[in-house]
Every structure is written in C-alpha cells, then in structure tokens.
C-alpha cells in the first residue's frame, strides 16, 4: 500500500463504487440491502455528477435484468446486493452468463439461511462458486479482504469480464463493506474493448445482432456450452489468485479469505510468536479456486485449517486442490459472529499439539 | 405483365415463423414490422423478446434483439433505454410474461415512464407451455390448468392490463386493440405508430394491448377463433383507448 | 499496551458523535503515516439505541478491525461503560463522560480511568453538541498514539463541507479536552 498525502480513508462500500466509477462504470441498478446500504447511496450521489445513471428498482430481479439490458448495449454496469438479494437474482445471473454478457455483481454477505440477520458472514461460498443460478455455469468470484483490494478488484473484475464475457462478482462481507481503511486509488485506465456483439441498432450497416441466452437445438446448446466450457479452462489456467503469508516454513497453513483472513493472518503472527511454524494461504479468487498454488503448498505442509465465517463451506475445495494429501481441520463462526485471532490461535496450538 | 403487388416488410427477416395457423402474432409482427421500417426505425431500434410463443421474435425482427427471462422484459427494456436513450426501445411480451410472472416490472416500468413501447399480446392463454389458464383468461375459460372452468373464487378475476395501468401518471398512452378483421388491423397499425412516435418523441411510456387468438390451445378453427375474440374477449376486454397524453386524454 | 499498536473503542448513544470520533482518530493515524481500521456497529442498534466503533492503528497492516480487548475504551453512556470496561485490557485507559457517566461501584484497578466532565464542559464553552470531541481531545493527548497537529488536522478532513463553520468548534473543543486538568 503507498503512504503519503495521496492515501484517502473510506469505506469498504464506498470504496467499491467509487472504483466502479473510476473503471468507467456509469450504469448501476440496485435495490436497498443492508448491509451494502452505503455502496447504492453512494451511486446515487455520484453518478449524476459523472453523467451516469442510478436508478433503485422495484426488485433485486428486476435489478439484475436492467443490468442485463444495458450489458448488452455493451456498457459497463453492475447492481450490489448481499445474500438474499443475491438468491433472487441468481435468475438475472443465469441468463448473464447464458447470454455471454459481461457485468459486475457485487454480495456484501450476510448471516443465512433466509432473512438470516444483517451481521458478517461467509456463508455464500458454495451458491457463488458452484451454482450461482440454475444451468451449467460460472462467473468469476473475487474475494477482497482488505479496503484497498476491493477497490483493485474491482478494475480487474470489470476487465476480465469483458475479456471472457462472463459475468464477474466482488465477494465482500458485512465488515469489509463497513469499514474504513486507508487506500489509494490506482491510476484510472480503461481498456476501451471493443463490443461487436452489443446490441446498438444496426444502423443498417452490420447484420443484425441477438443476445440470447436460448436454443432450442440441442446440439446448438451443447456446442455453445462447450464453447463457454473452453473460456472457463482459459480462466481457470490464468486467472488463479492466492496471496501467501510466512508459508515457505509453515507446518500448520490456516487457509482463509475476505475477512476471516485477516483474522487468520493475525493468529498466525500471535503463532509465530510462540514458536509455531504457521502461515497464511489466502485465496484471492474463489473462482477459479487458486488450485496450482495450493496444490504445490499442499505438497510440502503437514496440516490445513480452514478458517470460514460459514459452517466449513470451502473444506472440499481446500481437500480437492491437495487430492486430500494434507488433512483439513476447519474452525468456523457463522450467525453473523466474527470469529477471533485468539479463537483461531488456539485452533492452530491445539493443531500443534501445544 | 406481372407487377408487384406485395413485399414482405424489410423489419421481417426471412426465417421462417413457427407460430401455429391461425395464430395472430404472425399479423401483430407484421404490423410492428412495418411500423418500424416505414418510420426509419430499423437501424436504431433494439427489441426484447419475452419467454412465451413469441420468444423466438428475436429471429424475426430485423432489428438488433435481446431475449429477456420470463417477465423481466421491462426490466431489461430499462437497462437498454438507460444506456441507449437515443435509440428505439421495445418488448413485445404475452399475457403471462406480461400480466402475471412479470407485473411488477410491467408497473414499474410504466410508473417510471420509461421511453419505451411495449406490445403486449393478450390471448387469454399460456400458449407455448400448451394452454394452462392465464391471468387474463376468462371466467368459466377451460384450459388444461382449469378444466372445470376459470372460477373467480379459485384463479381470481381477469386482469384488465390496460385499465390498470392507465391510472399510473408515467402512462403517455395505452390502448386496447384486435387483429381479427381487416378495419380492427388498420387500428391496431394506428395505435402502434403512435406508440413509436411517442417513443421517438420521448413522451415516456406506451403500450398497446392486442387481442389475439390461439387456435390451438383454444381448441377451434381459426375462423371460430376470431368470432371467439369478438364474441367473449371484446365485451370483458373492452377496445379503444384508455389514456392518450398527447390528445389529453386521462384515465 | 504495545508502543507500536493501538486498538479502541468508542461508544455512546446514537446521535453523541460516536462515529465521528472514531473516525476523526483514524484519519489522524492515515495523516501519521500509520494503518488504520474504523469498524462501526450496524443495524437495528444504530437507530436509537447504543452505538459504538472500533479503531486500530497500528504500524503493521491491521488483522481484524473487530476490536474485542480494546487497549482504549472511549465511553459516552452508562450501557456502553458497563459493557466494555471489563473487556478493556490490563494497563489500558479509559475515558468517561462524567457529565452522563456515574461511575458506581468498585472500579477496576489496573486500568487508568478518567473522568471528564465532558458535556458540561461543553454547554459551559459554547461547543453545544460537541462534547466527543472534548473527550477526544483528552484521550488523544493522553494516549498519544499519535500527534496532536494529526488530530487537528484529522478534525478538517472529517468536518463535511456543509459543516465548514463549525470546524473552529471541533478544534477548540479537542485542544479544552487536552488541557483539561485530570
């Protein structure tokens, strides 16, 4: 992070929409959640000074089918939600990723199941990651655990959607959107992409075009599946991200991201103090899962823990990325509770025997 | 000497359409068609197809096309008319789409006043799913959903889509119209014109609701169809125009 | 305490200035070259009942900005006091608005408790409204995690343009709390 006059203090949904901003998003429709509350309030009052455009929907469908509409005027757009806004537009999501339009979603997440309560918590893993709507599909799953990140992420998120035309989320949680940290926002650059596909009028100078998302032929579907299949492999090949913290030694990798990272990263200082070889592997896309580097960490461990506000959701892909080498211990809050360095920390002592 | 009596308007690709015989959303594309090429629309126009019989009009309109999921047409409608504003926006959507998976949309499109035109095809009847009862089919209607008959105190009373929306201020204009005889199809190409040029002219929202018939699922000819739309749709569905700001005309 | 961290909490009613304290504090450790973290409660409390945030500062990147054993405990209600001051880490300081704070019963020794006066102070100065930051003031001279021109400066990045004729008050009201007489 840069020090100096040039960092600013924000919050974490803040933060997110003025990136968004920053990136050339000027189409954003939302309807109110807590707790992303601050994300749309700040759309609202910025967007008109840009030229852009805010508008609160009748729903969190609805929200999500007008950014599907102005995606495909292949314009940058996103719509902010947190979990259970995030269930009703797994519909919208679908059809996103069926139709090959880029956008960004962000899910400020919290407690579930149902209306849940509004307090941090991690429990969307599996829906985002592995069904984020009905059909054979995924988007792109960013995890950010630091202010500044969600703002970086942000600008890698919107270009990389555009890049594979798939639909890409910022995975945040209720602590991460309300907080204020210290950021600098990077230097503004817009890839400019070009989008023949978008739906703009023909002028009467191309054919026609059609964003669709149907098709009725069987064999068409399949080819079409198989064709979005291909792009996932690109992503999957290039598009992993992980962060690692005092592995190279490590006996005992706590494996986190978001917010529960911070906690872990924070136990597993307090662990070093008193002598145990602990580090930190912090999955920064959560799909693609960051396999090859946890695979090769895998190879060389002796024993995982995963840290999760969520009831041990990442366990399987944590076993899947070490072909179950390494065993898996898992330490979780859930409820909306945040879980402690001293929690944590004394998970990875009774780990290490201590 | 042979001469040119008819063309097929330049707004109609060439792909064939797979509605039933009979059906009259071949008339009503027609009509929206030739609209949209006879005011100079087909360049800057981009449509949104609905999920129903008609989903497939994004292979027939010879204009940029977008597929919305079931309902959300005016939603996406208003995605694209936010990003686009100088451009031509319509969906064209059946009576379940419009008046039961997708009515919050359709209100809140139309209490925004979205500049957009929407074509809304009544025909009292889920067609594509094979006849279920729908919300604007009619009491005592049997369907395969109702097979004794639409009862009021079971589905409820039909939604009059035009009435009701007639009495949002973001409504320019709303009228009800057929296809089922020549004079009633000269109306309803009337009444779509001037949804386009109140799109145009960005007076806000229009629709227009056809009365269409569906043969198949109603289980008659397609002559007795068209009585049908006359003798049982028109006297609950009334036609003529519920709200026109341009001739200042309100609810 | 360690000299190169800091984790507070500042809590009161709703409507005290909780936040903005919070805030003006993080903003002074951003301006100290520090890292910082501002974590508010959210939700239903927020709305008329108690509120309270968590401020780290610290010189290495911050863990968890959940503040749970605060090393300084900044209090403006008497629910907020009985909630925290058990949780407040041996060594650590507190702050209390005695002006709406009775402190009954037996205090806890291994802490430092101080006792201002706050709102009275401010009704008594003009600076209506602002008794958080008189308390500020006294905290951040008593801690001094960070320098006192990084809390006056903080008082301007925080003070909404709107607000910009008040921002003499804040700062007066910050420098009454610092050279208030224990």
Redesign the interface.
Known sequence: MGKGAERVLMKGNEALAEAAIQAGCRHFFGYPITPQTELSAYMSRQMPKVGGIYLQAESEIAAINMVLGAASAGLRVMTSSSSPGISLKTEGISYLAGSDLPCLIVDIMRAGPGLGGIQPAQGDYNQVTKAPGHGDFHILVFAPSSVQEMVDLVFLAFDRAEEYRVPAMILGDGLLGQMMEPLVFPERKEEGRKKPWATTGHQNSRPKNIVNSLYLKANLLEEKNRERQQRYEKIIENEQRSEEYLTEDAEIVVVAYGASARIARSAVNSAREKGIKAGLFRPITLWPYPKKALGALGEKVKQFLCVEMSMGQMVDDVKLSTSCKVPVAFFGRCGGIIPTPQEVLAEIEKLAGR | MRKTVYTKSKGLTDIPTHYCPGCSHGIIHKLVAETLEEMDLLGNTVGVAPVGCAVLAYEYFNVDMVEAPHGRAPAVATGLIRALPDRTVFTYQGDGDLAAIGTAETVHAAARGENIVIIFVNNAIYGMTGGQVAPTSLIGQVTQTSPYGRKENHEGFPIRMCELLSTLNGVCYAERVAVNNVPAIKKAKKAIQKAFDNQVNKRGFSIVEVLSSCPTNWGMSPVDAMKWVDENMVPYYPLGCFKDKTAGKEA | MKSKDCNMIFAGFGGQGILFSG?VM??AG?ID?K??????S??PEMRGGTANCSVCISDE??????V?APDVLVVMNKPSYDKFIDSVVPGGKVFVDSSLVELTGEKRKDIEIYELPATKLSNEEHLEGIANMILLGKMADKVGIVPMEAVLKAVE?CVPARKAHLLEHNKRAIELGANYAD
Do not use: Q
């Not at chain 3, 890292?35 to 508010?40: F, G, M, Q, R």
């Not at chain 3, 990147?61 to 959940?66: F, H």
């Open positions: 805030k993080a903003y951003l070259d890292e910082v973290s501002w974590l508010p959210y939700g990147p911050v863990g968890s900005p959940l749970v990045k």
